[in-house]
Nanobody
Framework: QLQLVESGGGLVQPGGSLRLSCEAS????????IGWFRQAPGKEREGVSC????????DYAESVKGRLTISRANGGKTVSLQMINLKPEDTAVYYC??????????????????????WGQGTQVTVSS
């Protein structure tokens, strides 16, 4: 059973940066498609980014394009989400999700929650002055 753990959240001022990380104890994530989602209070969960099997297979929600970058790190063991120029509307709990590449390796449905089998508990990101 894949257990995902997110880290790197926190409080940051508008315009600031954070780097979120997703890892799984005892597993390398290089065999998984990964999605990052966020949920703000009173709002539906939103898929903000995903990464598939190929290095160029990345997708972003329009609301975060140019400000978020998803990448595999630590030799593929983890997946990072670099966030810059953060805005108050980015405040949310951020979750990573995974599905084995054998079941899904693309990005067309990578920002849909139903694509994924495994989910982390989330990390809070608060953007406020």
């Amino acid at each position: 059973q894949l257990q995902l753990v997110e880290s790197g959240g926190g409080l940051v001022q508008p315009g600031g940066s954070l780097r979120l990380s997703c890892e799984a104890s005892g597993f390398s994530l290089d065999r998984y498609s990964i999605g990052w989602f966020r949920q703000a209070p009173g709002k539906e969960r939103e898929g903000v980014s995903c990464i598939g099997s190929s290095p160029g297979d990345r997708d972003y929600a329009e609301s975060v394009k140019g400000r978020l970058t998803i990448s595999r790190a630590n030799g593929g063991k983890t997946v990072s989400l670099q966030m810059i120029n953060l805005k108050p509307e980015d405040t949310a709990v951020y979750y990573c999700a995974a599905i084995h590449l054998a079941y899904y390796s693309g990005i067309s449905y990578g920002r849909l929650a139903a694509t994924y089998e495994f989910w982390g508990q989330g990390t809070q990101v608060t953007v406020s002055s």
